[in-house]
């Protein structure tokens, strides 16, 4: 706002409110100005006064909107499957000039929740820490489960958590059931892999039926176990008479299939 004085008025009151080094209210300042014209002083229209006035006494903001934006389109790109970005929060107050020049440099993939921000204020380079909210969906136990507990795909569910409070090896897929908890969980507690196991088909020293296929040919035979194995697993049985180990895959409760080609 420029003001012209004449120089033959003195006006003391003015001086006493603009320089006392308190600041006056908005209403005061706009009916002060609006009445200097008697005194000799030109001055700009009202509207444009006022607006002057607000924005001298608006508060300086902090890192503008679209510096965040622009930081948060370059940060989307790195993130792991799974994982959605909640927030970015600047660990400096840029200046007002400041533009961004690059986002984490050197990381294709965000590994942690503080990343460095490079910005650039005029010929000047900034290097300003950010720390990022993010969350991941991961499965979590629905309810609590003591450890041997028969878990099916109720007692599960997917569940937004801090993406950095988990560590690699947690569940993102309900896995196939019927599965045992190899460990007490507790209600919302993320589950990782070791936590769940497939229940025992076969358990040490069963005697399991053998199903033997070649071609349109089926053998029955009982072989010993000497490993515990789950639905799936191939597992050695061994023959009581020899004493040789054969590899079959357990079909079922203390049964196994073997198929010759």
Sequence with gaps: MALSVD????????????????????????????????????????????????????????????????????????????MRLDGVTLACAPPPAAVLSAVAPGLTQLQ???????????????????????????????????????????????????AFSISSGVLTELPAQPLISATALRAGQPIYAGELSRPLAIRPGDWVTLIVKNGPVTVRTQLQARAGAALGDDTALINPTTGAPITATVTGDKTAELVLE
């Design 7 to 82: 120089p033959r008025r003195r006006p003391g009151g003015i001086a006493q409110a603009l320089g006392s080094g308190r600041r006056p209210g908005r209403a005061a300042v706009v009916a002060l100005l609006a009445g200097l014209s008697a005194t000799g002083l030109a001055l700009e229209p009202a509207a444009t006064l006022a607006q002057t006035i607000d924005q001298a006494a608006a508060p300086d903001a902090p890192e503008g909107p679209s510096l965040i934006a622009a930081i948060t389109a370059r940060l989307r790109p790195l993130l792991p499957a799974g």
């Design 112 to 162: 942690s929740r503080t990343v460095l921000i490079e910005l650039m204020a005029g010929a000047r380079r900034l290097v300003c820490p950010a720390t990022i909210a993010a969350e991941r969906r991961v499965i979590v136990a629905a309810r609590d489960l003591a450890a041997g507990d028969l878990v099916s795909a109720a007692d599960l569910r997917d569940q937004w958590v801090d």
